[in-house]
């Protein structure tokens, strides 16, 4: 029985159709199969690998630290230098109320956190989210997450969870002083890259401060430069109570972390001391990764050119007869064909033609546009080369 049959046999799979590529290396943009193919890697592993894939800033920082130590003690106990430093270069990078980080393993695992961490802080339960979002696979974020088909067969869920349309501020007076927090990605991602307006994030932080409940912004996609900034929340002047990122946090390692002021943080230590228990969580060699690829991000000053590099993936593509729109911030876009039983065929010959990227959840006639930052002009425009012949190869 050959690796690809193995997979399918003995690991856990929830995709009714995987790529089941077998990639032997990856660096750069690019991927390696077993067989020596290449593949250009348009979707970051899905946000992840932002800096691409294995930054030598990177592998050198978690050779570094796998040569010191690995795990030594369930979170929150020891002094470990790894998590001390990358707490501080990301508070550093954030406004002053973002002041304290609490390291986990995953996007997930961080919304659980922060949740927990605003009925702890408010003393409330309501917790209200918006349709189309995607937060995670637990069961805490799988109950705010916002299609009732993914999460209908897995009820019981928790219960007081109140959903908005996004984007739209007549509905922003059902959140009330019931409401311990709004969790909400600033850009939403799995809807196929809806942007808000300035006016309306403004509104929504304004309503939160009315009725004195946090806003918990999940920028787990759309953190580390991806969007043009070097967080979602800087394109309308907003700041959240609570940031929630994971992704490439980790420079490709597992990490994630929810970052409050140290005034609402300090409630997971009392009544009941230990609110919040993780073992890997900020794990020293993710948190030496992921301090690798943030400097990396900032010292090389990546961010200041997504807004171009992604204009340029647009003018290049749109007025296509097969693409019916083409929208995005950034490095982040969505690129809509005509169904889709059309755009899975579209996919199957991307493979074929060297592109590896992804559909949305929620937008599933679109296919997503999300490079690793470091991607060049020329890399760029082989792309698009590649995109417009599979829409032409495929009727
Ligand atoms: C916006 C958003 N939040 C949370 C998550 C969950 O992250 P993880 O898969 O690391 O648990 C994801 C994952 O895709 C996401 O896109």
């Known amino acids: 029985m050959n690796e690809r049959e193995l997979f399918l046999r003995h690991v856990g799979q929830t995709s009714r159709k995987p790529l089941l590529l077998h990639i032997d290396r990856a660096e750069n943009i690019y991927l390696y199969d077993k067989e020596g193919r290449r593949f250009i890697d348009l979707c970051s592993g899905v946000s992840v690998s932002n800096i691409g894939h294995r930054h030598p800033a990177v592998t050198k920082a978690v050779n570094n630290q796998v040569e010191r130590y690995m795990h030594l003690m369930v979170y929150g106990e020891f002094v470990e230098s790894p998590q001390v430093q990358y707490a501080r270069l990301l508070v550093e990078?954030?406004?002053?109320?973002?002041?304290?980080?609490?390291?986990?393993?995953?996007?997930?695992?961080?919304?659980?956190?922060?949740?927990?961490?605003?009925?702890?802080?408010?003393?409330?339960?309501?917790?209200?989210?918006?349709?189309?979002?995607?937060?995670?696979?637990?069961?805490?974020?799988?109950?705010?997450?916002?299609?009732?088909?993914?999460?209908?067969?897995f009820r019981p869920l928790l219960p007081h969870i109140r959903r908005l349309d996004f984007g739209v501020e007549e509905q922003l007076g059902q959140i009330t002083r019931r409401t311990a927090a709004v969790v909400v990605e600033p850009i939403q991602a799995e809807a196929g890259v809806l942007v808000p307006g300035k006016e309306y994030m403004q509104a929504l932080r304004k309503r939160c401060d009315q009725v004195g409940c946090l806003l918990i912004f999940d920028e787990v996609q759309t953190g580390f430069g991806r969007t043009g900034t070097l967080w979602a929340f800087e394109h309308f002047g907003v700041v959240p109570d609570i940031l929630v990122i994971a992704k490439a946090a980790g420079g490709g390692m597992p990490l994630g972390?929810?970052?409050?002021?140290?005034?609402?943080?300090?409630?997971?230590?009392?009544?009941?001391?230990?609110?919040?228990?993780?073992?890997?969580?900020?794990?020293?060699?993710?948190?030496?990764?992921?301090?690798?690829?943030?400097?990396?991000?900032?010292?090389?000053?990546?961010?200041?050119?997504?807004?171009?590099?992604?204009?340029?993936?647009?003018?290049?593509?749109?007025?296509?007869?097969?693409?019916?729109?083409?929208?995005?911030?950034?490095?982040?876009?969505?690129?809509?064909?005509?169904s889709e039983h059309y755009l899975s065929r579209f996919m199957d010959k991307l493979v074929d033609n060297g592109l590896v990227t992804d559909v949305f959840l929620f937008a599933r006639d679109s296919f997503r546009i999300g490079p690793p930052l470091i991607i060049t002009d020329e890399q760029i425009e082989e792309i698009v080369n590649i995109i417009r012949r599979t829409l032409d190869e495929v009727d």
């Open 257 to 338: 972390a929810f970052i409050s002021d140290k005034k609402i943080m300090d409630t997971l230590t009392y009544r009941p001391a230990l609110g919040h228990i993780t073992t890997f969580g900020g794990h020293p060699v993710s948190c030496a990764a992921g301090k690798a690829a943030l400097e990396v991000i900032l010292n090389e000053k990546l961010i200041d050119s997504v807004q171009d590099k992604g204009r340029k993936f647009i003018d290049l593509l749109a007025g296509h007869p097969k693409i019916k729109d083409i929208h995005g911030i950034g490095l982040l876009i969505s690129v809509q064909l005509e």
């Open 93 to 153: 990078n954030l406004p002053s109320g973002l002041n304290t980080v609490y390291f986990v393993n995953s996007g997930s695992e961080a919304i659980e956190g922060a949740m927990k961490l605003a009925k702890r802080y408010t003393g409330r339960y309501e917790i209200v989210s918006f349709w189309n979002a995607y937060h995670g696979s637990t069961h805490g974020a799988l109950s705010i997450m916002g299609d009732l088909d993914f999460t209908r067969a």
